[in-house]
Nanobody, 118 residues
Framework: QVQLVESGGGSVQAGDSLRLSCTAS????????MGWFRQAPGKHRVFVGR????????TYADSVKGRFTISRDNAKNTVHLQMNALKPDDTAVYFC???????????WGQGTQVTVSS
Protein backbone atom coordinates (compact mmCIF):
# COMPACT_ATOMS: atom_id res chain seq x y z
CA GLN A 1 0.00 0.00 0.00
CA VAL A 2 1.36 3.40 -0.95
CA GLN A 3 2.12 5.79 1.88
CA LEU A 4 3.10 9.44 1.66
CA VAL A 5 5.26 11.16 4.26
CA GLU A 6 5.83 14.92 4.28
CA SER A 7 8.81 16.62 5.86
CA GLY A 8 10.54 19.98 5.96
CA GLY A 9 7.99 22.10 7.78
CA GLY A 10 8.95 24.58 10.45
CA SER A 11 8.70 28.09 11.79
CA VAL A 12 10.17 30.93 9.75
CA GLN A 13 9.99 34.69 9.35
CA ALA A 14 8.10 36.45 6.59
CA GLY A 15 10.23 36.58 3.46
CA ASP A 16 12.07 33.36 4.25
CA SER A 17 12.03 30.15 2.25
CA LEU A 18 11.22 26.54 3.05
CA ARG A 19 11.39 23.37 1.04
CA LEU A 20 8.88 20.65 1.78
CA SER A 21 9.37 17.09 0.66
CA CYS A 22 6.91 14.26 0.18
CA THR A 23 8.31 10.77 -0.08
CA ALA A 24 6.23 7.88 -1.30
CA SER A 25 6.56 4.19 -0.66
CA UNK A 26 5.70 1.75 -3.43
CA UNK A 27 6.69 1.31 -7.04
CA UNK A 28 3.93 3.23 -8.79
CA UNK A 29 4.89 6.74 -7.68
CA UNK A 30 6.14 7.82 -11.10
CA UNK A 31 2.84 6.87 -12.74
CA UNK A 32 0.83 9.52 -10.94
CA UNK A 33 0.54 13.24 -10.74
CA MET A 34 1.02 14.65 -7.26
CA GLY A 35 -0.63 17.56 -5.54
CA TRP A 36 0.06 19.85 -2.61
CA PHE A 37 -2.68 21.24 -0.41
CA ARG A 38 -2.78 23.29 2.76
CA GLN A 39 -5.15 23.85 5.62
CA ALA A 40 -4.95 26.97 7.74
CA PRO A 41 -6.40 27.04 11.25
CA GLY A 42 -10.19 27.14 11.15
CA LYS A 43 -10.30 26.89 7.36
CA HIS A 44 -10.90 24.21 4.76
CA ARG A 45 -8.08 22.46 3.00
CA VAL A 46 -7.24 24.18 -0.28
CA PHE A 47 -5.27 23.38 -3.40
CA VAL A 48 -1.73 24.75 -3.62
CA GLY A 49 -0.37 23.13 -6.75
CA ARG A 50 0.09 20.03 -8.81
CA UNK A 51 2.76 18.35 -10.92
CA UNK A 52 2.18 15.74 -13.60
CA UNK A 53 3.77 12.33 -13.56
CA UNK A 54 6.65 13.32 -15.85
CA UNK A 55 7.41 16.46 -13.91
CA UNK A 56 7.17 18.74 -16.94
CA UNK A 57 3.83 20.36 -16.21
CA UNK A 58 2.75 22.24 -13.08
CA THR A 59 -0.30 24.16 -11.96
CA TYR A 60 -0.53 26.57 -9.03
CA ALA A 61 -3.12 28.40 -7.04
CA ASP A 62 -3.08 32.13 -7.71
CA SER A 63 -2.13 32.81 -4.11
CA VAL A 64 1.23 31.07 -4.49
CA LYS A 65 1.99 31.54 -8.17
CA GLY A 66 5.46 32.99 -8.68
CA ARG A 67 6.54 32.14 -5.14
CA PHE A 68 6.09 28.37 -4.90
CA THR A 69 7.59 25.73 -7.18
CA ILE A 70 6.77 22.04 -7.33
CA SER A 71 9.29 19.53 -8.62
CA ARG A 72 9.74 15.79 -8.44
CA ASP A 73 12.43 13.15 -8.53
CA ASN A 74 10.86 9.90 -9.65
CA ALA A 75 14.06 7.97 -9.02
CA LYS A 76 13.73 8.89 -5.34
CA ASN A 77 9.92 8.71 -5.16
CA THR A 78 9.91 12.28 -3.92
CA VAL A 79 8.05 15.47 -4.75
CA HIS A 80 9.14 18.85 -3.44
CA LEU A 81 7.42 22.13 -2.72
CA GLN A 82 9.86 25.03 -2.74
CA MET A 83 8.29 27.99 -0.98
CA ASN A 84 9.89 31.41 -1.33
CA ALA A 85 8.92 34.85 -0.08
CA LEU A 86 6.74 33.30 2.59
CA LYS A 87 3.95 35.35 4.12
CA PRO A 88 2.05 34.95 7.40
CA ASP A 89 -0.98 33.93 5.29
CA ASP A 90 0.99 30.86 4.18
CA THR A 91 0.79 29.49 7.71
CA ALA A 92 -0.94 26.12 7.47
CA VAL A 93 -0.52 22.38 7.59
CA TYR A 94 0.72 21.27 4.19
CA PHE A 95 -0.30 17.95 2.68
CA CYS A 96 0.82 16.06 -0.37
CA UNK A 97 -1.57 13.75 -2.16
CA UNK A 98 -1.63 11.35 -5.08
CA UNK A 99 -3.67 12.40 -8.08
CA UNK A 100 -5.89 9.47 -9.02
CA UNK A 101 -7.30 11.27 -12.03
CA UNK A 102 -10.32 13.40 -12.78
CA UNK A 103 -9.38 15.92 -10.14
CA UNK A 104 -9.49 13.35 -7.36
CA UNK A 105 -6.76 12.60 -4.84
CA UNK A 106 -6.86 9.20 -3.23
CA UNK A 107 -3.84 8.95 -0.93
CA TRP A 108 -2.78 11.67 1.50
CA GLY A 109 0.17 12.26 3.74
CA GLN A 110 -0.16 13.18 7.39
CA GLY A 111 0.81 16.81 6.84
CA THR A 112 3.62 19.06 7.99
CA GLN A 113 3.19 22.36 9.81
CA VAL A 114 4.48 25.60 8.33
CA THR A 115 4.32 28.71 10.48
CA VAL A 116 5.30 32.11 9.12
CA SER A 117 5.61 35.01 11.53
CA SER A 118 5.70 38.67 10.63
Amino acid sequence: QVQLVESGGGSVQAGDSLRLSCTASGRTFSSYGMGWFRQAPGKHRVFVGRINWRGDSTTYADSVKGRFTISRDNAKNTVHLQMNALKPDDTAVYFCARDSGGGSYDIWGQGTQVTVSS
